[in-house]
């Protein structure tokens, strides 16, 4: 299931907050995205214990339990880790990688909050979760009946957010100040190949690393960060990721060059460093400039003159480099007064390929 609304952390957070105690609740989301960090967050707020299930390591009897004969008739006991006598909120993670049959042994459970004779505790709350079929993930088609025993909401990665909270949990500098840059890199679409990508699962991955190799407190050899990298992210974001640490050492940040305090890098052996410092530029170009040339205010002006003269610098050191500055190969276009700009003064950067 893809849905046309997706929504933030906090948005979610809300809207259990609200949904759940009544209604059981399904989040969908890529891997890593968060799910299940944020199931744990909601049931602190509520004050009850979470217990989670993972749907695609459970059979029927994990959930209805297994009979027993009491006097002439039989009946089935619950499992332990279910039948509480307190309320909770149960977390069914990977609900759609389950099996039909284990998918019809939650349909009371879900519906009723019943499992046999039993049920749960009143004021339990049950939560459901799991990836898309587009993710590369073990899923399962849900049945119909399932499906509409639930409220449906698909989550995404907040940057602004995920930023915040990693501040609060004390992740890696390295790993937030990268992500400060370059926010479009907290999460990519999981690939179609087997190889690591990025996730706000991978970033804290990556920043356990970093802390247990203590980057930034001694040295760390750049065959180690190579490894620790690449072991984490989408293969691309490893190696800007790499560009920025050594740009940390180089001393070469964006706004330095952009205060005129430093200069575009332009030896050899820093290309890396350069494309990652285009790349941050293009982004807060996206970001900063406005979509029409009537809401440039003063203080814009003089960044719009710094930016103009910055892409002729770079186009002296790297052309390639300059034209993927400005370009609309990744989807997203630079303003078209901005644009005229850079074609008037440099033309050839615009029409060359």
């Not at 619950?78 to 307190?86: G, L, S, Y």
């Not at 609900?95 to 749960?120: D, M, P, T, W």
């Not at 990652?276 to 293009?282: D, E, G, K, T, V």
């Amino acid at each position: 299931m893809n849905l046309p609304i997706t929504v933030t952390q906090n948005d979610l957070l809300e809207i259990l907050l609200n949904i759940a105690p009544v209604r059981p609740v399904f989040i969908w989301g890529a891997p890593g995205i968060g799910k299940s960090a944020l199931v744990e967050q909601f049931a602190e707020e509520v004050g009850l214990p979470c217990v989670s299930l993972l749907g695609s390591q459970l059979a029927p009897e994990d959930i209805i339990g297994i009979p027993k004969i009491s006097g002439n008739t039989s009946e089935f006991l619950p499992p332990k880790m279910i039948a509480r006598t307190e309320p909770y909120v149960l977390f069914l993670d990977e609900l759609n990688a389950c099996s039909q049959e284990v998918q019809k042994a939650f349909y009371s459970l879900i519906h009723e909050k019943r499992i046999g004779e039993y049920y749960l505790p009143e004021g339990s709350i049950i939560i459901g979760a799991g990836n898309r079929a587009q993710d590369s993930a073990i899923v399962k088609t849900m049945s119909s009946a399932l499906i509409n025993r639930m409220f449906h909401v698909q989550m995404r990665a907040d940057t602004r957010q995920w930023i915040k909270w990693a501040q609060h949990e004390n992740i890696h500098t390295w790993v937030i100040n990268y992500l400060i840059q370059r926010p479009d890199h907290l999460f990519s679409e999981p690939p179609k190949t087997e190889e690591p990508f990025s996730t706000p699962r991978s970033w804290h991955m990556l920043s356990d690393a970093l802390k247990e190799y203590g980057a930034g407190k001694r040295d760390i050899s750049p065959e180690t960060l190579r490894m620790l990298a690449y072991a984490c992210l989408t293969p691309a974001h490893a190696g800007m990721f790499l560009a920025f640490t050594k740009n940390i050492r180089n001393q070469h940040m964006l706004d330095d060059i952009i205060a005129k305090e430093a200069k575009w890098p332009s030896n050899p052996e820093d290309r890396d460093v350069l494309y990652f410092l285009a790349q941050s530029f293009r982004a807060k170009l996206l970001q900063e400039l406005p979509k029409s040339k009537q809401e440039i205010s003063g203080n814009m002006l003089s960044f719009i003159y710094r930016a103009k003269a910055m892409i002729k610098e770079l186009s002296v050191i790297n052309f390639e480099i300059a034209q993927m500055t400005v370009s609309a190969d990744e989807g997203e276009i630079l303003p078209d007064w901005f644009m005229v700009e850079i074609i008037r003064d440099l033309p050839r950067l615009v029409t060359q390929k």
